[in-house]
Structure formats: C-alpha cells, structure tokens
C-alpha cells in the first residue's frame, strides 16, 4: 500500500484538526492535543492515505517496528478507541475514520496540506495555545459475593459478603460456574488490555485463563462459554467485540460472528442469545436464528428467563447513554416495559423467585440493587457504597456484584503557568467549554453529586455556580453568555448570563427540538440543530439577536 508523498515539514488539515507529521503534534483550533504514541501512528498512517481502505496487516507493522511483541489485535483495537475519542468520532456515524467491515479501516474526511504561507498568516485566536484540558477517568471495580437468601422478600437472616477480586483495574463482566463454586471474569487489571481469569470461591486468587484478549458473556449449563474477543468501548457506556465460544475446560476460542455486544445461553445450552450491532441497530436474536427485537438505540444484558420462553434485557433509548429501563419480549416477539426508566441502569439477572433482579439509579450513578416482578411491582433489594452492577445470580443462592467507584478530574494549564492546575469540583467533572478570554470554564458534572448539572467556575479556582440541569456548549464572543440544553421534561436550549441577568429561552419556531445551540466564531449569531415539527426532518439552523430576536433560517 503506496500512501502519497507529504513533505514532513507541512501540516496536514481536516476538519478543525491538524496533524505535524514529523512532530507528531495534532492539534485542535491551534491547542495541541495529547495523543499517545500508538493512535498518533495510526492517525499518522491513515490520514497519509485518505480514501484508501488499510487493512489491520497493513497498519500493525507501522504501528509497531519489528522486535515488539504485544497483543497487536487488542492494542489496534485500544489504538483506535482512543484516536476517536480524541477525535470526538464514532464508529456508528464516523466523521473521520470508517470501518470497512472484513476488510479495515477508512480515513473518510477531506484532508487538506496547509502551505508554507498559510502556516506562516497570524492564526485566529492564538490564545487558544495559551492552554489545555484534559479530562481523566480513575475507575477502580471489584467483584463480590452476597448472600441470597439474606435478600429475599420476608427474610432478616444477616447479609453474607464476600469479595472476589483484589486487583486495582476494571472488571468487565464475570459469570458463575455451573456448580456455583467458582467465577469466570474479564478485567483489565493495571491498565492491561481485557483478560480472562477464574477465581474459586475458596480462594483469595485469580488464575489466568488463555492468552487471548477475551471476556466472558455467558457460560452455559454444559460448560461452554461465550467470549467476546477484544472487547472494546465503542463510544460511552456501549461495549462491543467479535463473539466466541471456548470450552470452560480450556481450548483456543472459536470466532463466530463481529460486533456482538451481548450473549446468553439458553437454560439447556442448545441456544445463544446475541445482541448483533447491525446497519445502525441493536439486533436482539438467537444466533442463526430468530429476531425477537430491534432498536436504533442499544441493548444490554440480555437475559433468558429459567423457563427459556421469555428474555429481559435493559432498552437503552440514546445511543452512548447508560440510561434505560427494563423490557420483556416473549418468543413471539412481544414486547413489554416492566420498570420505569432510569437515569443510569447496568446489570440485570433472573432469580431463583421468578422476579428479575437489575442495578439501576434515579440520579447520578449509585446503582442500587432492584427487583421487579412480570406485572411491574418494583423493590430496591440492596444500597451499597458506591455504583453496583448486577452479573450473575447462581444456583447456589448467591448473587455476583460489581462495585464500582468512578472520579473523573478535569485540568487546565494556565498561560505562564508550568504546573497543570486542577478545576475539578465534584466527583464526575467534564465536558470543560473555555471562555474565550480563558477566564472561565463551564463544565457539566454527571457523578453522585453533580447529577448531571451544569456548573460556571473562573480559571482562577474560586468556587463554581450551579447554572441548573442540564449541559453547557458555548460562550458569546463577549464572554456574557453561555448556551445550555436542560435536562427537563421538555429539554429548551437556554441563553445563560455569565453575571447579572436572566436566563433567555431560544424560541422553537416550527422545532420540535433544538440541541448544540452554539454561537460563532467572534460573533453573538447562534447554530444550532433542530427537528422540523410535522416531517420530523433535522435541519440546521441560525438566528441572529442572541437567538432572541429574527427568525430562523436553516443553513
């Protein structure tokens, strides 16, 4: 594969991005942006071939230099998780990097090489270069045993709790055993890729199962499991990998089918549920088989009842989100909602009393243990420290948990400031929109404390303001304002004041919905994305006035 000729001095442009190929530099609206050594080559080697499907033989020479010995199908994966969240990308609607089913990956945006005089023109805004941010994400999960019985309906017996794992690192998912007596898990522990491992209930210790980068995602009544290989984060809260099947005993996985997020086994073992990611959908369906349900959102754990007639599962309606609620379909394909929704729900099981028991929480995301029963009585079960998610309930009487305790941190470098500066507020700081006299910051904070509101905080560290529910987008040219969605019932995109003032409602207009209200560049003209009433079509719109006054014109 010939890729052109590119004079390692010249930067190449596409979109608000530009890439110095020799520095390995990529930088957005002039403020470099931290890319690690392995996405930065995979950029480097497609944005050198726009249009050119590489295949994965092509890239992982490029990617790593002979004598490197690693996991190269599961780092590309990781190489490119992290390039397009850098990107801000997504592989279900790719602005930039498209993926060719059986065949690669596609640089698909126009790439431009910026001459030696438009480098040397005065950039706009070269304040931007003055400082960074950065958003990190510290995730410490472990896996634990509780008693059943303790949890019943009726019963007062004390609760019996037993923790699993020991190691600083993520638990993916984690199955029992068919005697119950020991735990099948994928984790990645120290910041290693996903890997298989069995703890025995026993026992303090984990042994590793296989070489191969797997998670479990079910295992059946006759000892056969369910793999997902490579498993990596497609965008939010949604997972994905190429499903597998592996005799527990051990043996070298068998592939069966890509982009599978999800997996059960039939009570008998005869039968694989999957979730198949397909043409924009989530595909609920026995593999080979019948579907039973389909979505433009995203399913996960899907679970077959004892009886194997019915399957519950938790409806995500927006893609990326981790909010939902519970759904029953019967194996004619009826479907029905037993639990209202929630703004965070992960984890679901069946148990032994016939009610399907699922992790889920009103606001932020300590997820408390719930049931609900198939004419829709729902309980909360358990509260525990911190978020839980359901895995597994055994025959055993035994229920396997997640405990989840997520922080995310939000950093600034301030211009003639050699140490990075830590703006976080609460436990779940992000989505950092910088004024454009780099005074202040609004963020939104999604954690236990935050519960998705939109804060104002100045650079300086002072305290910040709660601006109300909802999430910020961006500043007027003059700093006064800011631009919010709200998290209501009827979600309005809001003019906020920055100091004094009241808040401005945008008008619909003929929308039923409008979303990333933003203003442009150097000017008080707003952008934003709304749904005509009636056809339902999307179109992009402007207004003038602070988006008060004038009417809207679609672009």
Not at 476 to 502: R, Y
Request: proline share 6%; with cysteine.
């Amino acid at each position: 594969m010939r890729a052109r000729a590119i004079s390692p001095q010249k930067r190449l442009r596409f979109g608000v991005f530009e890439l110095n190929v020799s520095a390995g530099e990529l930088r957005k609206h002039g403020v470099r942006i931290r890319l690690q050594e392995q996405p930065m080559k995979l950029l480097t080697c497609l944005v050198e071939s726009p249009g050119v499907i590489l295949s994965r033989e092509d890239l992982i020479p490029r990617i790593w230099p002979d004598g490197v010995f690693v996991d190269y199908e599961s780092g590309l994966n990781s190489a490119l998780t992290r390039l397009r969240q850098a990107l801000v990308d997504s592989a279900e609607s790719p602005r930039y990097i498209e993926t060719v089913a059986r065949q690669g990956y596609r640089f698909i945006a126009p790439v431009v090489e910026v001459s030696d005089t438009e480098q040397a023109r005065p950039q706009p805004a070269p304040r931007a270069r003055w400082i960074f941010f950065a958003t990190v994400l510290a995730v410490a999960l472990g896996a634990t045993i509780v008693s059943l019985t303790a949890l019943l309906p009726g019963r007062t017996s004390p609760l019996s709790v037993q923790q699993v794992t020991f190691s600083k690192g993520f638990v993916w998912s984690a199955r029992f055993t068919p005697d119950g007596n020991t735990i099948v898990y994928g984790a990645s522990w120290q910041g290693n890729p996903v890997r298989l491992f069995a703890a025995r209930l026993d026992s303090p210790q984990s042994r590793r199962l296989g070489e191969a980068s797997a998670d479990v995602l079910t295992i059946s009544s006759k000892g056969e499991m369910a793999l997902s290989l490579a498993r990596h984060v497609e965008v939010g809260s949604m997972t994905q990998g190429r499903l597998a099947s592996s005799p527990l005993g051990g043996g070298a996985p068998r592939e069966i089918l890509e982009n599978v997020r999800e997996a059960d086994w039939s009570p008998d073992g005869k039968r694989l549920l999957i979730v198949h990611r397909v043409a924009g959908h989530d595909r609920l369906e026995y593999l080979g088989g019948k579907l039973l349900y389909q979505t433009s959102g995203w399913i996960s754990h899907a679970r077959i009842s004892p009886g194997g007639d019915r399957v519950a599962f938790i409806d995500h309606q927006v893609l990326a989100g981790d909010g939902g609620a519970i759904v029953l379909v019967d194996s004619g394909g009826k479907t029905r909602m037993l639990s209202r929704s929630y703004n965070s729900a992960h984890g679901l099981a069946w148990s032994p009393s016939g009610e399907i028991w699922f992790t889920a929480a009103d606001d932020g995301t300590s997820r408390a243990l719930r049931a609900v029963t198939l004419a829709g009585r729902e309980r909360i079960v358990s509260r525990m420290l911190g978020g839980l998610i359901l895995q597994d309930i055994s025959r055993t009487a035994r229920v396997l948990l997640v405990q989840e305790q997520t922080r995310t941190e939000m950093y600034a470098l301030l211009p003639g400031e050699a140490r990075e500066r830590d703006l976080s507020w609460l436990d779940y700081s992000f989505h950092p929109v910088l004024s454009p006299d780099r005074k202040m910051i609004a963020f939104q904070e999604q954690g236990n404390g935050g519960r998705s509101a939109a804060y104002l905080r100045k650079t300086d560290g002072s305290d910040a303001t709660r601006l109300g529910d909802g999430s910020p987008f961006t500043f007027s040219a003059d700093g006064k304002w800011l631009t919010m969605v709200s998290f209501t019932p009827t979600p309005e995109a809001v003019l906020l004041p920055t100091g004094t003032g009241e808040p401005k409602i945008i008008p619909r207009e003929g929308l039923t919905f409008i979303h990333f209200p933003a203003f442009l560049h150097h000017s008080n003209s707003l952008v934003f994305l709304g749904i005509e009433a009636g056809s339902g079509r999307v179109a992009s719109t402007y207004r003038n006035g602070m988006g008060i006054g004038g009417l809207s014109r679609p672009i």
